[in-house]
């Protein structure tokens, strides 16, 4: 009698989506569909200059334009302190321009009119004068003798280098070295790339002086943290600001940061006493917010000759860009690129890493790659392709002799995370039979004699997904728990918040999902709801794929809750005595009489009719959880390209991707989210990125230079699934968001090498653009992509 | 990404719009398509005074084949039209292999082939076809029409050679006196990228003998590039490996291409004769199998 | 529609000349006074409240904006508002009916063809495009009509299945279109 739980849309369902029905008939809110009463706009004049003194702003030509209400400059704002904020990262960052512009595209002026077209008017007539100053792009260049002081605003800081770090055994390390019988080193960049969603970053703030509380929709991935943030920086009390995160067309990230418009827009909104939308364009988006990447690698293994890794030593340089504004975990300067090779048993390793200063945007952790994460696992393949090659042994062979095997969980690697659980050699076997590995090698000779250049490419890894325990995870001090809220009303209904905040993971539907597992209450029963800080209980937001982990298992954990208690309404309701109480599905029944039972239904409405003595009536709970541990999904991806030789454009001719994310909510939605991850790899791997000339000009600002690929060139992938649960989630769930685009761009970079592997060329930086592969082909070289380039 | 202000006028006729260009004294820009004119005012890279709108006047949307084989087409055929067109593909190859590779499928619907030719963006797919085709544009002013040669057309980038007060209302392509051959390959990483290289190769074939080869590349110069006479000496030619390849070497040579982002001088070089090899190969495989 | 109270707007300081539209939305005729420069995309936004319809980028490139205009689809970021007067515009809010979805937006959700949704009307339409012009079209059809869309969410797979789903049904529902 206990309910089908695929029927009532339970775990496992691929139970179609509830948001769905809103975004396909274009009801979506996204924040720019917002309209409030006399409402104003907002646009930003931002800097065509990369480094640049401002000597003077003249800005009445503006205030002259008749629908202008308010033009603010640096110094309006530090006037009121506002001229700058803190970032996530400890450090603080412009909010308009006073002394100096750092970065091209950096925020100089603001307008608010009565609307956008005027203040884009009004924008266009202020008048800017710069004195330019040298210009640094890469961190080489920062590192320079001679090289320009970029953050002279700052006390102590005396060169543009922003932090050393280091994480592991170096001794053990350098022994390991000096034992190899090879060592094994490659060097490449990882660019600069921007998660871009489809909606940019907006706000509107509105201040109601008369209630003092101020109210801003904000395209934010934790409204949570916004509001802290707030409250610090505009001296607002907490309680009296509310952000509203509605429907966001896409974050990966892009959407975590506190942007200068923001801030502005709440300023202007306080002295207009309106309304103040704001609404960046994506020239603005691109050129001045979150983005990924940008970190070069100096990676040495040290082997022996039979194929065991010996020792890892990893040097990393991270181009910061003019502010130092990642989002991520304070103890980890670098994010977690130490959780790379965790999935190898790796005896020795040794992290160093510097940060530095640019004339480039802020940023640097963002676009779904779970702190770092990206970096560590690409550097992670490309080191190990490298290895492999250097010992002359097949890759799949490599990979398998110092895979961690199913044995040895739990495992401690050398960087002292813990990996749980996972089943990496049959990932990978099956990713390698799916892409017909066996037989791959005398195809790809056969092909090659006749003019034609194949190559497969493999990416292994697990990596770190669900910040994270409060021992050691914390963000500008706040630890990374999670929040769920369930309130179930006297029809058995439900409404379920939590501290997360969906961007299109599709939380409406796989929330009610894990409740309807946990109570035999239909899905569809539940309504869920995020991202209004006055109503959802406190998260840490939707990033770095930490939402299942952490808050989904809230949702478990509050559901059980609830159940406990029904549990005792049950036993009231059949005068049995609690010990006597079985569960299955959606009712409790008596031991020993299965036919004897009440629904959770009935135990609802009893909550509000019919309560033992001395118990609370209602039914709803909370639970705020504290992750023990990370989870730790794998991934096998094996790409399968050919290579034109004659002009260096290269195809995906199949790709595989097995991934192994423990116990699937929702099984549509997680193969979403793994297409969707692979396509981003296949973006960077082959078209996007952001790159500068020598004048800190901004390649990359819009999309006919920041290069999306379209349906047209996006491959098609077949999908393959293993499940290994995670053994201290409630529901055995790890996270999946990100897996896709972490190990995904190492498999075409790996499966191009492979097919010119032949010319000796070991490294192509990303993106692998025709020209870039055709010069390769050529002369044999290396190919590096560190900017500046020369622009078209 | 709001344009600044301007007038509008949206006249019904040639005449009438002729009349208002020629009172604007060059302070009017024409609305055609609008898929390059519309994102230039967004940008402010355009901010004409008035903006004169040709798609009410009736009668231009036409591409048509007169009875001597010449294809013309008017001011307002859309780039959708000649891609689904269902003349030019056997009689106007060039044309038909580039009509799929202009931007993406939904600016096709309302960009213009005349449009985009006037536009003159080295980049620019149609204006590379034109070249090769020994195309002309008709030019309608206050006193009355005049055909331009395509040669002559562009004279720089985002320049071509109307008087302020003209509009283009029609391009012509003359017939191929012999047998239509030819082809287009564009480098795009993606679609609707600007082109690494763009050739566009056009044959008058009397059986397996070239009677006249026509070229013109796009995206290797500052202007579009007219390699017309570096591709006749396939002329009075059979279609060889041999004569290929010497007509790739001359057309590369033509090429004026850029070191930038998207590849070096020399790589886009080499693409532009890989395309002309490629083009010409098709041509010469296809002549075998009809033969 | 009301004539209790309609405030009349202070004329601007700047003598501004406006141009009076009408533009068939959805099938039913919309007028209004408006500057030549607003885009369309802004008058179905702003001016109508039809929010549907979205901007993503600067360079007409994303396609977030599509609409149908005497249906084919165009940006209507690219196409200035005077533009379409005395024209039909469709925006997804004229797609399926009170009742009923297109088939076409049931194929969406059937085949998770959309996750954040912001892509999803422009790309919606544009298949609507297509299938109107073709339909039985074959996966590279569908992939390339569909380029000139942009989504970052989904990979695409889906909204390729989503398409063909939905063609399937309306050549059941239609088989003499076939």
Known sequence: MALDELKIGGMGASRRRVEDNRFIRGRGQYVDDVVLPGMLHMEILRSPVAHARIKSIDTSAAWDIPGVRLVLTGETMAARNLAWMPTLSYDTQAVLATDKVRFQGQEVAAVIADDVYIAKDACSKIVVEYEQLPVIVNPIQAQAADAPLIRDDKENQPTNKIFDWEIGDKAATDKAFAEADVVSTIDLHYPRSHPSPMENCGSIADYDRATGKLTVYLTSQAPHIVRAAVAMVAELPEHMIRIISPDLGGGFGNKVPIYPGYVISILASILTERPVKWIEDNTGNLISTGFGRDVYLQGQMALRKDGKIMGMRMHTISDHGAFYADAQPTKFKIGLMHSTFACYDVPAAHLTSEGWYTNKAPGGVAYRCSFRVTEAMFFQERMVQAAADDLGMDQAEFRKINLVKDDMFPYRTAFGFLTDSGQYGKCLDIALEAIGYSTFKQEQEEARKRGKLLGIGISTMTEPLGAGNSREYDIIGIKMFDSAELRVHMTGKAILRTGAKTQGQGHETTWAQIVAHELGIPADDIVVEEGDTDTAPFGMGTYASRSTPVAGAAVAMVARKIRAKARKIAAHLLEVSEEDIEWELGRFYVRGNQERGVTIQDCALAAYSNVPDGMEPGLENNAYYDPPNLTWPFAAYVCKVEVDAETGVWDVVKFVAVDDCGVRINPMVVEGQIMGGLTEAYAMASMQYITFDEEGNCIGSNYMDYLLPTAWETPGYELHEVVTPCPHHPIGAKGIGECATVGGPAAFVNAVMDALKHTGVRNIDMPMMPNRVYEALTTGKDISGMPPVMAG | ?291 | MTSLFDEVQPAPAADVPTRRVTINVNGTPRTADIEPRLLLTHMLRQGLKLTGTHNGCDTSNCGTCTVLFDGRPIKSCSMLAVQADGHNVETVEGMGSASELHPIQEGFKQEHGLQCGYCTPGMMLAAKALLARNANPTEDDVRWALSGNLCRCTGYQNIVKAVLWAAEKMRAQNPQEA
């Open chain 2, 1 to 291: 990404m709001y344009p600044s202000r301007f007038a509008y006028e949206a006249p019904k006729s040639l005449e009438e719009a002729i009349g208002l260009l020629n009172a604007s004294g060059g302070e009017a820009k024409i609305l055609a398509g609008g898929q390059s004119l519309v994102p230039m005012l967004k940008l402010r890279f355009a901010a004409p005074e008035q903006i004169i709108d040709i798609n009410n006047i009736p009668g231009l949307e036409y591409h048509r084949i007169d009875p001597d084989g010449t294809l013309r087409i008017g001011a307002l055929c859309r780039h959708e039209d000649l891609e689904f067109s269902t003349i030019i593909q056997d009689t106007f190859p060039t044309l038909a292999g580039a009509a799929s590779l202009v931007a993406d499928p939904i600016v096709r619907t309302r960009g213009t082939f005349v449009g985009s030719v006037c536009h003159a963006d080295p980049q620019g797919d149609w204006a590379a076809t034109m070249i090769a085709l020994n195309g002309r544009i008709v030019a309608q002013g206050p006193k009355g029409r005049r055909e331009i040669a395509m040669k002559d057309f562009v004279l720089g980038p985002f320049t071509n050679a109307l008087a302020f007060n003209e509009i283009a209302v029609e391009a012509i392509i003359p017939p191929a006196t012999g047998t239509a051959r030819g082809g287009y390959l564009k480098l795009e990483r993606r679609v609707g990228d600007f082109a690494t290289a763009s050739v566009a190769v056009a044959l008058d074939m009397d059986g397996d003998k070239v009677l006249r080869a026509g070229c013109a590349l796009a995206g290797v110069g500052g202007k579009t590039i007219d390699a017309n006479a570096a591709i006749s000496v396939l002329n009075g030619q059979t279609l060889t490996e041999a004569s290929i390849a010497a007509a790739a070497d001359a057309v590369a040579e033509a090429a004026d291409p850029r070191t930038d982002h998207r590849g070096s001088a020399d790589y886009k070089r080499h693409i532009v004769k890989t395309f002309v090899i490629r083009i010409l190969t098709g041509i010469a495989r296809s002549e075998q199998k009809a033969a």
